[in-house]
């Protein structure tokens, strides 16, 4: 089992920047490909990012490219996602997540088995 727990949301206003971290504790993500989705009222949950187990590879989805940046710290079991330039459609609640050990849809929520409680961003105009 891993639990996670994110922290660093909160309210910002449009063109701002904020930092989440999520902590991992259980076993261990070292070797795991982590993620970050995000989700509005009556929406699914959407990819954002993702990183793989030695922070060699990232992804995002297109309409965070060039703002956000995922990385990660394996000795202190940390995800950070650095959020840049904020716009109000990135209001969300923002989660991590741990990639199943078995694969699945890298972008997809059913690739991912381990889920934090999230943390609300909201950006104001």
């Known amino acids: 089992q891993v639990q996670l727990v994110e922290s660093g949301g909160g309210l910002v206003q449009a063109g701002g920047s904020l930092r989440l971290s999520c902590a991992a504790s259980g076993r261990t993500i070292s070797g795991r490909t982590m993620a970050w989705f995000r989700q509005t009222p009556g929406k699914e949950r959407e990819f954002v990012a993702y990183i793989f187990y030695n922070g060699g590879t990232t992804d995002y989805t297109d309409s965070v490219k060039g703002r956000f940046t995922i990385s990660r710290d394996n000795a202190k079991s940390m995800v950070y996602l650095q959020m840049n330039s904020l716009k109000p459609e990135d209001t969300a609640v923002y989660y991590c997540?741990?990639?199943?050990?078995?694969?699945?849809?890298?972008?997809?929520?059913?690739?991912?088995?381990?889920w934090g409680q999230g943390t609300q961003v909201t950006v104001s105009t």
């Open positions: 997540a741990v990639r199943k050990s078995w694969g699945g849809v890298i972008t997809a929520q059913s690739g991912y088995e381990y």
